[in-house]
């Protein structure tokens, strides 16, 4: 009989979420995290960063289709898309989706990940072949300042960065969330531009994202919250999407791209009503 | 130091949800079922039936107020409501709100579980004690066949039972979900009756809920599911809506009674957006 192999992630000091694993595919250090495979029968692969689930084969679809798709079907005609992280590839795979896209730049500080990636999660990296494609290995944070100094401009911007909000290590993902970023990603959109950024799980993070919330909303002429459904990110993770001039309540009229299993313009609005702050507030 | 207690619940027998544990305030075998009342950090008082989470202090509220006020403010004057199962009380709580009341009746089989949650959970209890409310505590689906016999009508039935998906018993309330007890439910409903049930997690039962809803469809013209947040009851869980009339979607006009803490009009249309089987069904 071969040994009984539990993963647990803690989502508070005092819950703990466990998977039964069936084999540890990979453990490695990279420069910056600890980066970890796992086999599950529940929810097929996992990847661990610094001990947290990152996407699991079961759910990253919904993740990462529920990041993208509403922002780019509310733009008028999205050229110029940048991701932040998002080194697995899901999000470049939903955005390269869209015809109208010139280009999709990557910006992932831990180019391991990207390879454990294509090795263990093919169907995530499937889109970084694609020739409007761009990978930029390197700190973020620092891309997005120089973009700026030389008047880049993007239509869509996905903050797709590890944790920032605890238990556990957040500081690779910090500098993703100061003024200086927020204020220069607000320069960078062009004047349709849309911000859309993970913004932690509103069961045990809700402090954090009434704050983040606040702190766009002092940059941003429309900002929502919209919650989805991961049963991987502690059941119910929340997207906070920022922009001058694209309300994100507008009715998504165009007609979505092939290939989507998950996202539609009816659970958008559904996630929109249950991403209201209040709701959450009233939990805690 | 004390020692490092911790309560596992099974979603599946891949999946646990862990709550640390701070004392262990009741365990009881009853006629029925083991009875047990954990203290927790991060949800409070915690209780149990055969091992599975029946409500906890935290956000007992929100499953008691989604699953009471949408069809009480939907129908347009429910004067007798029948709650099967519910010993813990909130429901009633939730329904005695109602001014249109003339009747609330609890069909509850083990009256060791009211005892309990009069004493552990006062703040779920509080509404028990109202002039409207009778007791009923035995077989609810005896007590619903009876009712049939005698040609009593109900205006709303809510079925807020135990655990009817595995894993772990479900015998206790197996007789709630047979044919002849959805028939009878079927004929108990006055002409603008509701029924509202409990129907599982979407996340890790969603055969049993898409059986369910096919089910009710066969005899009734309004069905839908709804899908609430309750971070105990696995991040998420289904309320299933049937009615010959009432259509769940009709825009909710009554103003809702006072002391209400989570339920609006709008959470409730986001919640139906994200009940649509569906969305659930391309998650597994």
């Given at each position: 009989?071969?040994?009984?192999?539990?993963?647990?992630?803690?989502?508070?000091?005092?819950?703990?979420?466990?998977?039964?694993?069936?084999?540890?595919l990979?453990?490695?250090?990279?420069?910056?995290?600890?980066l970890?495979?796992?086999?599950?029968?529940?929810?097929?692969?996992?990847?661990?960063?610094?001990?947290?689930?990152?996407v699991?084969?079961?759910?990253?679809?919904?993740?990462?289709?529920?990041?993208?798709?509403?922002?780019?079907?509310?733009?008028?005609?999205?050229?110029?898309?940048?991701v932040?992280?998002?080194?697995?590839?899901?999000?470049?795979?939903?955005?390269?989706?869209?015809?109208?896209?010139?280009?999709?730049?990557?910006?992932?500080?831990?180019?391991?990940?990207?390879?454990?990636?294509?090795?263990?999660?093919?169907?995530?990296?499937s889109?970084?072949?694609?020739?409007?494609?761009?990978?930029?290995?390197g700190?973020?944070?620092?891309?997005?300042?120089?973009?700026?100094?030389?008047?880049?401009?993007?239509?869509?911007?996905?903050?797709?960065?590890?944790?920032?909000?605890?238990?556990?290590?957040?500081?690779?993902?910090?500098?993703?969330?100061?003024?200086?970023?927020?204020?220069?990603?607000?320069?960078?959109?062009?004047?349709?531009g849309?911000?859309?950024?993970?913004?932690?799980?509103?069961?045990?993070?809700?402090?954090?994202?009434?704050?983040?919330?606040?702190?766009?909303?002092q940059?941003?002429t429309?900002?929502?919250?919209?919650?989805?459904?991961?049963?991987?990110?502690?059941?119910?993770?929340?997207?906070?999407?920022?922009?001058?001039?694209?309300?994100?309540?507008?009715?998504?009229?165009?007609?979505?791209p092939?290939?989507?299993?998950?996202?539609?313009?009816?659970i958008?609005?559904?996630?929109?009503?249950?991403?209201?702050?209040?709701?959450?507030?009233?939990?805690?």
């Open positions: 009989m071969k040994s009984e192999l539990w993963y647990t992630e803690e989502y508070t000091e005092h819950i703990r979420f466990s998977y039964r694993v069936t084999d540890l990979l453990r490695k250090q990279t420069s910056y995290q600890l970890e495979i796992l086999e599950t029968p529940e929810f097929g692969r996992l990847m661990l960063l610094d001990g947290k689930v990152m699991t084969q079961r759910d990253e679809h919904i993740y990462h289709e529920m990041l993208v798709h509403p922002a780019m079907l509310a733009h008028p005609k999205p050229e110029k898309v940048l932040i992280g998002g080194g697995d590839g899901g999000s470049i795979r939903e955005i390269v989706r869209h015809k109208d896209v010139k280009k999709a730049v990557l910006a992932e500080i831990d180019d391991e990940v990207i390879e454990a990636s294509k090795r263990y999660f093919p169907k995530l990296t889109g970084l072949s694609d020739p409007r494609v761009q990978l930029q290995i700190d973020a944070a620092a891309f997005v300042a120089d973009a700026v100094k030389f008047n880049e401009k993007y239509d869509i911007c996905f903050i797709d960065c590890t944790d920032v909000a605890g238990p556990g290590p957040v500081d690779i993902a910090s500098s993703l969330i100061t003024d200086e970023f927020l204020d220069n990603i607000n320069t960078l959109l062009s004047p349709n849309i911000m859309v950024a993970q913004s932690e799980t509103p069961v045990y993070s809700i402090d954090y994202l009434k704050r983040y919330v606040k702190r766009l909303s940059r941003f429309y900002v929502a919250s919209y919650v989805i459904m991961v049963p991987s990110y502690a059941g119910l993770w929340s997207l906070t999407w920022a922009s001058e001039s694209v309300d994100p309540n507008t009715v998504i009229s165009r007609k979505a092939e290939g989507i299993r998950y996202f539609s313009p009816g958008f609005k559904g996630a929109l009503e249950m991403g209201k702050v209040q709701f959450w507030e009233k939990i805690v």
